[in-house]
T-cell receptor
Framework: NAGVTQTPKFQVLKTGQSMTLQCAQDMNHEYMSWYRQDPGMGLRLIHYSVGAGITDQGEVPNGYNVSRSTTEDFPLRLLSAAPSQTSVYFC???????????FGPGTRLTVT | DQQVKQNSPSLSVQEGRISILNCDYTNSMFDYFLWYKKYPAEGPTFLISISSIKDKNEDGRFTVFLNKSAKHLSLHIVPSQPGDSAVYFCAASEDGGSQGNLIFGKGTKLSVKP
């Protein structure tokens, strides 16, 4: 039982490049979410999903896309990276979004 | 507008003493509260939670107190240990509400000195 896994751990992008951050969970959780953590800003919700085929926007969705084709996977796509997207990204999963969420180890993204 | 506030960015405590981390919220519809602990280069890990029908929940050295009238909760760590040094996030949610997600505070960095 690996819990929540994220790849890659580190990534450097140039402005305008695109990439996908991968997230997978093996706990059969319906709810999955993406957060970004910036210094002094805490954890801010980007997008979330309450089940396969269902996604919705969080607090800071601009510049990010998500899809949920399976229960296990919830990738986060940056279509055209900007320096403002330099951050640490965490994926989380839970049975329901309003209770204990289990976090992955994070992806540290730098956009130059 | 911040719905969950942790007004102390940092706290330093001597080993063996009590650590008290505070959290205030503004949304009276929040009915479930959680504390997460985060070490550098790791994801946050769930520590303890409390439902709004309770005013105290204890788990070993960790106790969370909830004061609904003041919209305030606190996390007590007794006794504090150097391994408790981490960033602590308070989070809140509204059961069945439109905000079916966790709302996090900005975190408090706890340093426990040997």
């Amino acid at each position: 039982n690996a819990g929540v896994t994220q790849t890659p751990k580190f990534q450097v992008l140039k402005t305008g490049q695109s990439m996908t951050l991968q997230c997978a969970q093996d706990m059969n959780h319906e709810y999955m979410s993406w957060y970004r953590q910036d210094p002094g800003m805490g954890l801010r919700l980007i997008h979330y999903s309450v089940g396969a085929g269902i996604t919705d926007q969080g607090e800071v969705p601009n510049g990010y896309n998500v899809s949920r084709s399976t229960t296990e996977d919830f990738p986060l796509r940056l279509l055209s990276a900007a320096p403002s997207q330099t951050s640490v990204y965490f994926c989380a999963s839970s049975l329901t979004g309003d209770r204990e969420q289990y976090f992955g180890p994070g992806t540290r993204l730098t956009v130059t | 507008d911040q719905q969950v506030k942790q007004n102390s960015p940092s706290l330093s405590v001597q080993e063996g003493r009590i650590s008290i981390l505070n959290c205030d919220y503004t949304n009276s519809m929040f009915d479930y509260f959680l504390w997460y602990k985060k070490y550098p280069a790791e994801g946050p890990t769930f520590l303890i939670s409390i439902s709004s029908i309770k005013d105290k929940n204890e788990d070993g050295r960790f106790t969370v107190f909830l004061n609904k009238s003041a919209k305030h909760l606190s996390l007590h760590i007794v006794p504090s240990q150097p391994g408790d040094s981490a960033v602590y996030f308070c989070a809140a949610s509204e059961d069945g509400g439109s905000q079916g997600n966790l709302i996090f505070g900005k975190g408090t960095k706890l340093s426990v000195k040997p």
